[in-house]
């Protein structure tokens, strides 16, 4: 059984920049959801997607946007770049519903210089 | 709203000593409740889940009960070992206004010999 895959595992960027993260669901999972982790805190939800369409979101602005693919794979986009947005980002892949466990990769460390 | 809070760390215990990591949370619906664990070097992983009133979540020694009445989901063991040193998340899901999921700050355990 393949895990969660991300790439890239480490990523520079400077503010006013766009970037994109990608993100490989665990076989046999159809939801992807996304999350922003800053440094000993724990992970903030951003969104969900399931079938393709926006499931759910944190509260993050509209410049967070997602895409997810037919084969369950994940995209987050992150437009105008903030210092702020400095952070681990965490994909987590698993079933549809509230009552199934969420799988995580081990990241993406994007840096905003 | 939706939140999640847990006792600040770090925690310090000696090998074999009981483990209390308290819980609460605030939510809109009827959440389900998970404890998640994150090893030195290792992902986000699942350690255990609830999902209705009553219910016990049980993995590796440690056990949470879903206590509605209290908003409580807190996590035990009764002997834990210098393995069990990680940092712990609680969190809910819930699909009341979309699929959100809520994390606690973390609480890092240190178990010593």
């Known amino acids: 059984e393949t895990g969660v895959t991300q790439s890239p595992t480490h990523l520079i960027k400077t503010r006013g920049q766009q970037v994109t993260l990608r993100c490989s669901s665990q076989?046999?999972?159809?939801?992807v959801s996304w999350y922003q982790q800053a440094l000993g805190q724990g992970p903030q939800f951003i969104f969900q997607?399931?079938?393709?369409?926006?499931?759910g979101r944190g509260n993050f602005p509209p410049r967070f946007s997602g895409l997810q693919f037919p084969n369950y794979s994940s995209e987050l986009n992150v437009n105008a770049l903030e210092l702020d947005d400095s952070a681990l980002y965490l994909c987590?892949?698993?079933?549809?519903?509230?009552?199934?466990?969420?799988?995580f990769g081990d990241g993406t460390r994007l840096s905003i210089l | 709203g939706n939140s999640v809070t847990q006792m600040e760390g770090p925690v310090t215990l000696s090998e074999e000593a009981f483990l209390t990591i308290n819980c609460t949370y605030t939510?809109?619906?009827?959440?389900?409740l998970f404890w998640y664990v994150q090893y030195p070097g290792e992902g986000l992983q699942l350690l255990l889940k609830?999902?209705?009133?009553?219910d016990k979540g049980s993995n590796k020694g440690f056990e949470a009960t879903y206590r509605k009445e209290t908003t409580s989901f807190h996590l035990e063991k009764g002997s834990v070992q210098v393995s069990d040193s990680a940092v712990y998340f609680c969190?809910?899901?819930?699909?009341?206004?979309?699929?959100?999921?809520?994390f606690g700050a973390g609480t890092r355990l240190f178990v010593k010999a």
């Open positions: 076989s046999g999972h159809n939801t």
């Open positions: 997607y399931y079938r393709e369409e926006e499931n």
């Open positions: 609830a999902t209705k009133a009553d």
């Open positions: 987590a892949s698993s079933s549809e519903g509230r009552d199934q466990p969420q799988h």
């Open positions: 939510a809109t619906g009827y959440p389900s």
């Open positions: 969190a809910l899901t819930t699909n009341t206004g979309g699929f959100k999921t809520i």
